[in-house]
């Protein structure tokens, strides 16, 4: 699979239309992408105005998403967001009901894992990650209705965390690879790019497929797409969709490598990619 153009290998209908697709009823699944529109969907201590207690900026925080709940219909309880803390193990954590349970804030969960899996048993419970250029991938079991999600940043990718995120499926519900159906979320583009060949680029397949390409004596470009398809072929699931969202350039979105190297303010923070089951509103 060298020399990939992910614009060739996608059949692309629409960021949140996703789970729309296909011969399983899914109507309550959704994809959350917050972009910037609510502030940070993090307690960076960076991402906000010097000064404020740490009390403080979790309430603003809080306040964000419950913003985001707001303008989704609250189909979700914002004190019910879930991540992970990755250790690069790719070990998989389902949300149980006692998890949901154990705190009023999700937040305050601590849940050793890389890849974090909801399911229809909780709905309104979101799981996902707050980013700033890496990509979040999602992968759902239509018939099973479970979902997993990973952060797959660039060392993510290289210890092959977004075909293990499958694999998650596979293993732990008997996924079939018909039924699961795959996104890609916003992340930074082509333009990202390094003065010296990147340290975390030590699998073959990163050179192999144009994901690393050295332009000149000081300039590589890192081109993550391929890097992702080398792993999730896109001609093996029902639907995969990539959001070409581009969040250094889009002004919609956060960008850690710019604020770092550009240092645009407007830029520092992170927006929050994951995946729901909605709540059932009673009349």
């Known amino acids: ?70 303008d989704n219909k609250e189909y979700f309880d914002p004190y019910k967001f879930y991540i992970p803390s990755q ?15 154990a705190y009023e804030d999700g937040w305050d969960l601590d849940i050793p894992g890389d890849i974090l899996i909801v399911t229809n048993k909780t ?35 290289n210890n092959y965390l977004p075909i293990r995120t499958i694999e998650a499926l596979q293993s732990m519900y008997n996924s ?27 699998e073959k397949f990163w050179e192999q497929t144009g994901a690393v390409k050295q332009v000149s004596d000081n300039d590589f470009k890192i081109n993550m797409d391929n890097a992702l398809l080398y792993q999730l072929n896109p001609e093996e699931y029902e639907t995969f969709i990539i959001n070409t969202d581009n969040t250094r350039l889009n002004p919609n979105y956060y960008s850690h490598s710019v604020y770092t190297n550009e240092g645009l303010k407007e830029k520092d923070g992170m927006h929050f990619e994951g995946a729901y089951y909605q709540k059932v509103k009673k009349l």
Do not use: Q
């Open 176 to 202: 079939k690879k018909e039924d699961i159906y795959v996104y890609i979320g916003a992340h930074a583009g082509k333009d990202w790019a390094y003065d010296k060949y990147p340290a975390f680029a030590t």
């Open 87 to 101: 250790d690069g193990k790719g070990k998989a954590v389902e949300l149980t009901k006692d998890m949901v349970e």
């Open 123 to 157: 709905p309104g419970v979101v799981a996902g990650y707050p980013v700033a250029d890496c990509p979040v991938v999602i992968a759902s079991d239509l018939k099973n209705g479970v979902t997993a999600t990973a952060h797959c940043g660039v060392e993510m990718i």
């Open 1 to 70: 699979m060298e020399n990939l153009n992910f614009r060739d290998n996608i059949l692309r209908i629409g960021h949140y239309d996703i789970y729309k697709k296909g011969s399983a009823s899914v109507k309550n699944l959704r994809i959350l992408n917050t972009g910037n529109k609510y502030g940070c969907m993090n307690i960076r201590v960076s991402c906000y105005p010097e000064g404020m207690s740490k009390k403080e900026i979790r309430e603003e925080f809080l306040e964000h998403r419950k913003m985001a709940a707001k």
